[in-house]
């Protein structure tokens, strides 16, 4: 038996996001396949796709115990592709342009992402693997480079891509084309041919899962930060 809970009484959705914090697969179903609670160090807790940490970054009072603040350090995760779908998860704070939250996108390297643009709108999408052209894009419109800690989340289910921000859909879009397989890097703060971009300021929580999640599983790992 593995993540036993008994409740006296129906379960608020508050009550079970509380209870999924130290879970890597929270919904038990084999989805949640890597969980970097960056407590000290960029370790997934599953054990299977420990990050290597470039430069020194500070680990500090964040979201969830501890955080990363990069100090100009970035993150490779050992993640194979997710084109088929997925979703990224993570919380963070800037007040800096132009932070790469998570990406293996950059110019012929096709792959994922969630960054902060110059505007400090949130945006999400996939590189196409040529040129700067990407499958789909989606761009956000509140500043987010406020010092204060969001949640985003980036889903795809192999033909719809959607944005959240702080539990709010921001977006869909349709991949024009199938995103391609790729062998690029994953990164936290950095993309996989330039390495670090030296902006974000901190991020918390990064999980990752092999599927498109619900609008109700993005509200809970939303409220695990209650």
Known sequence: IDW????????????????????????????????????????????????????????????????????????????????????LSVHFTTVLNDSILISRFYHLYAGEEIYIDGSGFARAGYGSGSGWSKTYNILGSTDLRDGLWHHAVHTYDGSIAKLYVDNVLIGTSAAATAPAATSGTLRMNGDIQTGSTNQTSESDQLRIFNRALTADEVTILYNERK
């Open 4 to 87: 036993l809970y008994d409740y006296e009484k129906p379960a608020s959705t508050e009550c079970i996001s509380n209870s999924t914090i130290n879970n890597p697969d929270p919904f038990d179903d084999d989805s949640g396949i890597a969980l970097y609670k960056l407590d000290g160090n960029a370790n997934d807790t599953t054990g299977d796709h420990d990050g290597v940490v470039t430069g020194t970054p500070a680990y500090i009072s964040g979201e969830f115990g501890k955080c990363i603040d990069y100090n100009s350090a970035y993150v490779s995760l050992p993640m194979a592709s997710l084109h088929t779908g997925f979703t």
